[in-house]
């Protein structure tokens, strides 16, 4: 299985706070996804990225959220100012082939916890 | 509007018993695929197997077997007999159309599978 990597795995936070989480994706792959698990719940669609560009997001990514690629390799999630609501498991994903409808490989995620 | 309804929350089996999985979907799409998704207690998300909207053909991978029926909208998935390192949580998923699309999960059911 095609390996997309994450760092860190386990980030604790003080509310307020800002996050980068960081996902290695599958090189030379132009779509990027995350998303989100609350523990206990689904996974749940945050945002998509196409070209350097979001190409769609969901009704959780508002304005605190924010992605980019600043080096053409990581692919970064960032919360401005953390909420207890915000703790969850975020996961990147990646399909590994030019074409968006492949299947998405998971990074092991990365545990968010917010005091 | 799409959806992913998994009815089981938890099913418990005694091993080598065989066990079904249910997931029912709604898409407006006749272009769409389904996933299913593995997430064992260690958190990562495995892939298991994607369907496309024009294949119905069932599918056996060793002991996983996978039965899609546009006529009721669903694609179940079948464990043989069952081993304890199936114990996880199953995840059903759509993706519709062609473009960058991202995946709806459904929430999950949560096989334990006792020895």
């Known amino acids: 299985e095609p390996e997309v990597t994450q760092t860190p795995s386990h980030q604790v936070t003080q509310m307020g706070q800002e996050v980068i989480l960081r996902c290695v994706p599958i090189s030379n792959h132009l779509y990027f996804y995350w998303y989100r698990q609350i523990l206990g719940q689904k996974v749940e669609f945050l945002v998509s990225?196409?070209?350097?560009?979001?190409?769609?997001k969901s009704e959780i990514f508002d304005d605190q959220f924010s992605v980019e690629r600043p080096d053409g390799s990581n692919f970064t999630l960032k919360i401005r100012s953390t909420k207890l609501e915000d703790s969850a498991m975020y996961f990147c994903?990646?399909?590994?082939?030019?074409?968006?409808?492949?299947?998405?490989?998971f990074g092991p995620g990365t545990r968010l916890t917010v005091l | 509007a799409q959806k992913v309804t998994q009815a089981q929350t938890e099913i418990s089996v005694v091993e080598k018993e065989d066990v079904t999985l249910d997931c029912v979907y709604e898409?407006?799409?006749?272009?769409?695929?389904l996933f299913w998704y593995k997430q064992p207690p260690s958190g990562e998300l495995v892939f298991l197997i994607r369907?496309?909207?024009?294949?119905?053909q069932n599918e056996i991978s060793g002991r996983y077997s996978w039965n899609f029926q546009k006529s009721t909208s669903s694609f179940n998935f079948t464990i043989t007999a069952s081993q304890v390192v199936d114990s996880a949580v199953y995840f059903c998923?759509?993706?519709?159309?062609?473009?960058?699309?991202?995946?709806?999960f459904g929430t999950g059911t949560r096989l334990t599978v006792i020895p």
């Open positions: 369907r496309n909207s024009f294949d119905e």
């Open positions: 898409t407006r799409d006749t272009t769409y695929y």
């Open positions: 998923a759509l993706s519709e159309g062609i473009g960058a699309n991202n995946l709806f």
């Open positions: 990225f196409y070209n350097n560009e979001i190409s769609e």
């Open positions: 994903a990646s399909p590994p082939a030019m074409i968006s409808t492949d299947t998405q490989y």
